[in-house]
């Protein structure tokens, strides 16, 4: 469909409502999206797990890792909580009922109750002291071990989560972080990104395309006059191409960020659509921003979240050649996008 302000056309077209069609994330998870949450925090204790192999092989445990996470927030369900503090900042270490018997039964089975406390305190301030002495990150830190205290006490604002399993049974605990801790880490996946990417120079724009269009250069001038209705044969959805130069980066999904557009990285890579010869590539795009390369590099990474600072709306730009020439109201037509051009 495409029409020049046809009565048809502006009766069959519904605006694009950004707040309805979009997911919103969280802003804070979106912060941290770039370094803590991308971050593989087993890397920073690479021999954390051979200051436990004395004692559980006098214990006669298999204890085996499933996976480590980076999570926001305490999570839910937390019961059993041991304190310490590094460099003056709070850490803990937490865990469920369920988890804290499952410890116990292999540990000391048959355990009363005041003494299976001090034996999970033991290995909670076991925990805390291999933490400390598997470190390698560039900056030492003090840690001092404090002890047990109450769920409602917890002042953290992330956590790593590890899910194991000891002697066949599954078992998930943490180890929750403050704020300057949780910033620290953040850095420092960061600074790793950084420092191991190849990336552009200087600053670059990253443009938010939907779609491209092959156009016949006799049809330019329709696609950018004023009450011009495009169907742009393509699926309503929230999936986006990120463009740098004018070259396609990589797959995201829109979302939305307290009322502004933001995008989460996906897997994959993204795909130049090839076009008819004799044909002029024409874009639409939600809009761009302008990043430095390192900026560019923690973009890159699968599952990021990005603010881009663009007020949720039914814009769209049309490009052509890399230059903006009009400006369209995005549209929906039939499950498809289509936009009327202003």
Not at 102 to 126: F, H, I, K, S, W
Not at 248 to 268: H, I, W, Y
Not at 299 to 318: L, R
């Amino acid at each position: 469909m495409r029409s020049e302000g046809s009565q048809e056309g502006k009766l069959t077209l519904q605006r694009w409502d950004a707040t309805r069609q979009l997911r919103a994330l969280d802003p804070v998870e979106a912060r941290y999206s770039r370094g803590f949450l991308r971050s593989r925090p087993e890397q920073w204790f690479p021999g954390l797990s051979v200051q436990w192999l004395p004692l559980l092989h006098s214990l006669g445990a298999e204890l085996r890792a499933v996976s480590v996470t980076p999570e926001i927030g305490i999570p839910p369900g937390v019961e059993v909580v041991f304190s310490a503090r590094v460099d003056g900042e709070p850490m803990y270490v937490a865990c469920d009922r369920q988890t804290a018997r499952v410890v116990l039964d292999t540990v000391a089975p048959n355990m009363p109750g005041v003494a299976g406390g001090v034996v999970m305190e033991y290995l909670a301030r076991r925990i805390i002291t291999t933490l400390s002495l598997a470190w390698t990150g560039p900056e030492s830190s003090v840690v001092k071990v404090e002890g047990e205290v109450a769920p409602q006490q917890v002042t953290a604002t992330g956590c790593v989560r590890c899910d194991a399993s000891l002697n066949g049974v599954p078992f998930s605990c943490y180890i929750l972080v403050g704020t300057v801790v949780l910033d620290r880490l953040d850095w420092l996946w960061r600074r790793q990104v950084h420092q191991t990417s190849k990336s552009f120079e200087g600053m670059v724009e990253i443009g938010l395309e939907l779609v491209q269009l092959a156009v016949p250069p006799s049809a330019l001038a329709e696609y950018i006059r004023s009450g011009t209705v495009v169907d742009l044969e393509h699926a309503v959805s929230d999936s986006i191409t990120l463009r740098v130069n004018n070259r396609p980066l990589l797959p995201a999904r829109l979302c939305l960020l307290d009322g502004r557009l933001g995008f989460e990285v996906e897997s994959g890579a993204a795909v130049m659509p090839s076009i008819p010869e004799g044909t002029t590539r024409v874009s639409v795009i939600f809009g761009s921003v302008k990043v430095d390369a390192p900026t560019l590099a923690e973009v890159s990474q699968v599952g990021t979240v990005n603010d881009t600072g663009i007020p949720a709306s039914d814009s769209v730009y049309i490009v052509i050649n890399g230059e903006v020439v009009a400006t369209a109201t995005l549209c929906t037509f039939e499950g498809r996008f289509a936009m009327s051009v202003r």
